[in-house]
């Protein structure tokens, strides 16, 4: 059974950090591509990063670089995302997903081809 986990949203205010989780079961999660994307009340899914399984490069949306981190831990089959200097702009429902091709500069192509993906955790950014 493949399943992917998020975990670690919440409520932080503008400038604060947070580090969302994704702990995959059923398929080795370095394996493959792996992103997170969120989508916010009336609008349109977005990715907003990707890593890739062979040489772990790594790619951002532009809203977001400099900022957050994706990252791998082999041995929990986890993925995180370290998310800094949070902005209200970055509110939304953040999801794990497994892509069906490899990362590439175009995460807004790569957001409409997804394969597995999680329940979602929720990030709010208020003041």
């Known amino acids: ?10 409520l932080v205010q503008p400038g604060e950090s947070l580090r969302l989780s994704c702990t995959a079961s059923g398929f080795p999660l370095d394996y493959y591509p792996m992103g997170w994307f969120r989508q916010a009340p009336g609008k349109e899914r977005e990715g907003v990063s990707c890593i890739n399984s062979s040489d772990g490069m790594t790619y951002y949306g532009d809203s977001v670089k400099g900022r957050f981190t994706i990252s791998r831990d082999v041995a ?3 993925m995180y995302l370290q998310m800094n200097s949070l902005k209200p702009e970055d509110a ?3 999801y794990c997903a497994r ?3 490899n990362c590439s500069p175009d995460l807004s192509a790569l957001s409409r081809d997804l394969e597995v993906w999680g329940q979602g955790t929720l990030v709010t950014v208020s003041s």
């Open 76 to 78: 929990k089959n986890t």
């Open 92 to 94: 939304a429902v953040y």
């Open 1 to 10: 059974q493949v399943q992917l986990v998020e975990s670690g949203g919440g």
């Open 99 to 101: 892509p069906t091709r």
